[in-house]
């Protein structure tokens, strides 16, 4: 079991651009979480999709969005780019919310935008 | 606006003590509490939840908390230099949402 995996590792945009990260969660979760991590602070809840919908959402705007699809991997968009997007972008699987014990972060997608 | 805060440290111990980690939340309908391990350049992994008053043991870690005083705390025992790294702490609400809200983390040095 390859555990949760994203892609790419790392990306570099310019403001303005958009941008697709993925996620592929373990396998027998169906539960995707995402998180934005800026240098030296705590995960930020962005949005959570179960059953190929957005059940729960952060503080985030609209310029987040994302996507679920059938085999529960998933997609997080960020529109017109902005500097202070700059951050890791973290997934998280599990089963179930709260998440229990069975709940795995990816390796994350460090965004860096110029 | 739900906060959950940590002392950000850096927490320095020597090699076998105790190493003892605080958190305190604002929201008193939280209801689950979870301690994430963040090595260095890496992504956090789960160390423990827990849900009611009083302490939870696995291993050479234990969470306690008290709803009363808003405080969860994580004790590692026996700390060992493979233990330096950020120790974050994520509080769920669980009234009609399921959003998890993170601390900024303490940063824990275990020296030899």
């Known amino acids: 079991d390859a555990g949760v995996t994203q892609s790419p590792t790392h990306l570099i945009k310019t403001r303005g651009q958009q941008v697709t990260l993925r996620c592929s969660p373990k396998?027998?979760?169906?539960?995707v979480s995402w998180y934005q991590q800026a240098l030296g602070q705590g995960p930020q809840f962005i949005f959570q999709?179960?059953?190929?919908?957005?059940?729960q959402r952060g503080n985030f705007p609209d310029r987040f969005s994302g996507h679920q699809f059938p085999n529960y991997s998933s997609e997080l968009n960020v529109n017109a780019l902005l500097l202070g997007d700059s951050a890791l972008y973290l997934c998280?699987?599990?089963?179930?919310?709260?998440?229990?014990?069975?709940?795995?972060f990816g390796p994350g997608t460090r965004l860096t935008v110029l | 606006q739900k906060e959950v805060e940590q002392n950000s440290g850096p927490l320095s111990v020597p090699e076998g003590a105790i190493a003892s980690l605080n958190c305190t939340y604002s929201?008193?309908?939280?209801?689950?509490f979870f301690w994430y391990r963040q090595y260095s350049g890496k992504s956090p992994e789960l160390i423990m939840f827990?849900?009611?008053?009083g302490d939870k043991e696995d291993g050479r870690f234990t969470a306690q908390l008290n709803k009363a005083s808003q405080y969860v705390s994580l004790l590692i025992r026996d700390s060992q230099p493979s233990d330096s790294a950020t120790y974050l702490c994520?509080?769920?609400?669980?009234?009609?949402?399921?959003?998890?809200?993170f601390g900024r983390g303490t940063s824990l040095i275990v020296h030899p």
């Open positions: 998280a699987s599990s089963s179930g919310i709260p998440p229990g014990d069975e709940q795995f």
């Open positions: 396998s027998g979760h169906d539960t």
């Open positions: 999709y179960y059953e190929e919908e957005e059940r």
């Open positions: 929201d008193r309908g939280s209801q689950s």
């Open positions: 827990i849900y009611s008053n």
């Open positions: 994520a509080v769920w609400e669980a009234r009609g949402s399921y959003i998890p809200t």
